[in-house]
């Protein structure tokens, strides 16, 4: 039923028009065309206006013919992670490359080849089902900014599928993911001369390496991580650092140790630049929100089943 060629055709013509975050212009368009010739409604919202974009997330609606179906949500994303412009693709020996100078483009155009592929072979094979409504998202690479703007009245779907994860195909279902927190840190000191009067002065750099040093990071447990990667500040080496910028992450499966985590890392900034008389401003952004669905839900179990059909042995994992 799958045709081999046409989803290879498919995938090499798409890696080669490029979609970097907020440029997905052209991509979009194409997806379109293809959606259409597959019978499908398809509209495009305003997320890309909202992100500084020149492409909003594609939602395209196939009507089933099995209303007591539930309505079945595909997903995937445009655009690519950076180089990916100028993709020369190369196929050798049952593999797909890029040329080395770029990246290939499989993160996410694997998924949406997948997801035409799909919608081809039930519309040849006037195979019976349910409603299904297909959402492309842009920019996921650039901060899941198409889904942060996508309007969340036009999801109609029972339950979603997104085709934008790792393992081998077919057989990893992901269950569960990470809520994920990222934290800006402004640490103020005071600024002196550093050979005249360094004792009038409050280093924010020495500050910030006390709260950094305070604060749990790394692997944290099973479910959790945090890290500091960022840091900036001091203006030059005779004076005194007034200000430092830090920035840093906390991940967690789980909501309430992500909040207790958190709350570490504010803890430690507040405390260390208060003790050596400066202060600290800590920032929080939710980056997204993590979840998790059991076993026997039926989302997963539906996608369980697909793969036992198909003589796959699914496996569920975080």
Same mark, same amino acid.
């Given at each position: 039923?799958?045709? $081999?060629?046409?989803?290879?055709?498919?995938?090499?013509?798409?890696?080669?028009?490029?979609?970097?975050?907020?440029?997905?212009?052209?991509?979009?368009?194409?997806?379109?065309? $293809?959606?259409?010739?597959?019978?499908?409604?398809?509209?495009?919202?305003?997320?890309?206006?909202?992100?500084?974009?020149?492409?909003?997330?594609?939602?395209?609606?196939? @009507?089933?013919?099995?209303?007591?179906? @539930?309505?079945?949500?595909?997903?995937?994303?445009?655009?690519?992670? *950076? @180089?990916?412009?100028g993709v020369r693709p190369v196929v050798e020996d049952g593999v797909i490359r890029s040329d080395g100078t770029t990246v290939l483009g499989g993160d996410d155009k694997a998924g949406l080849a997948a997801i035409l592929e799909g919608l081809q072979?039930?519309?040849?094979?006037?195979?019976?089902?349910?409603?299904?409504?297909? #959402?492309?998202?842009?920019?996921?690479?650039?901060?899941?900014?198409?889904?942060?703007?996508?309007?969340?009245?036009?999801?109609?779907?029972?339950?979603?599928?997104?085709?934008?994860?790792?393992?081998?195909?077919?057989?990893?279902?992901?269950?569960?993911?990470?809520?994920?927190?990222?934290?800006?840190?402004?640490?103020?000191?005071?600024? &002196?001369?550093?050979?005249?009067? @360094?004792?009038?002065?409050?280093?924010?750099?020495?500050?910030?390496?006390?709260?950094? &040093?305070?604060?749990?990071?790394? $692997? #944290?447990?099973?479910?959790?991580?945090?890290?500091?990667?960022?840091?900036?500040?001091?203006?030059?080496?005779?004076?005194?650092?007034?200000?430092?910028?830090?920035?840093?992450?906390?991940?967690?499966?789980?909501?309430?140790?992500?909040?207790? *985590?958190?709350?570490?890392?504010?803890?430690?900034?507040?405390?260390?630049? &208060?003790?050596?008389?400066?202060?600290?401003?800590?920032?929080?952004?939710?980056?997204?929100?993590?979840?998790?669905?059991?076993?026997?839900?039926?989302?997963?179990?539906?996608?369980?089943?697909?793969?036992?059909?198909?003589?796959?042995?699914?496996?569920?994992?975080?």
């Amino acid at each position: 039923m799958i045709n $081999r060629d046409r989803i290879l055709a498919n995938f090499l013509q798409m890696v080669q028009i490029d979609s970097p975050a907020l440029s997905e212009r052209q991509l979009a368009d194409w997806l379109k065309g $293809r959606l259409y010739e597959l019978g499908a409604v398809v509209w495009e919202d305003q997320a890309g206006a909202s992100i500084g974009g020149n492409a909003g997330n594609l939602i395209a609606w196939i @009507p089933g013919r099995l209303p007591s179906a @539930p309505v079945v949500g595909l997903s995937a994303h445009m655009d690519c992670v *950076q @180089p990916c412009c100028g993709v020369r693709p190369v196929v050798e020996d049952g593999v797909i490359r890029s040329d080395g100078t770029t990246v290939l483009g499989g993160d996410d155009k694997a998924g949406l080849a997948a997801i035409l592929e799909g919608l081809q072979v039930l519309r040849e094979g006037g195979i019976a089902h349910g409603g299904l409504q297909v #959402i492309l998202t842009v920019a996921e690479e650039d901060g899941l900014g198409g889904s942060r703007h996508l309007e969340r009245q036009a999801v109609k779907a029972d339950c979603m599928f997104v085709f934008d994860g790792g393992g081998v195909p077919g057989e990893t279902v992901i269950t569960s993911a990470p809520f994920h927190d990222r934290l800006d840190v402004t640490v103020y000191g005071r600024a &002196a001369h550093a050979g005249v009067r @360094p004792e009038a002065g409050i280093n924010a750099i020495v500050l910030a390496a006390r709260g950094i &040093a305070a604060v749990p990071a790394g $692997r #944290i447990d099973q479910e959790t991580t945090a890290n500091i990667g960022v840091i900036t500040g001091g203006r030059a080496t005779n004076i005194v650092p007034d200000q430092v910028r830090l920035s840093g992450e906390v991940r967690s499966r789980d909501r309430q140790k992500l909040a207790v *985590q958190t709350g570490l890392v504010k803890q430690a900034f507040t405390d260390a630049a &208060a003790a050596g008389g400066g202060r600290a401003e800590v920032q929080v952004v939710r980056e997204y929100d993590g979840y998790c669905h059991d076993p026997d839900q039926f989302v997963v179990q539906l996608a369980v089943r697909a793969g036992r059909r198909l003589g796959l042995t699914t496996r569920t994992r975080a």
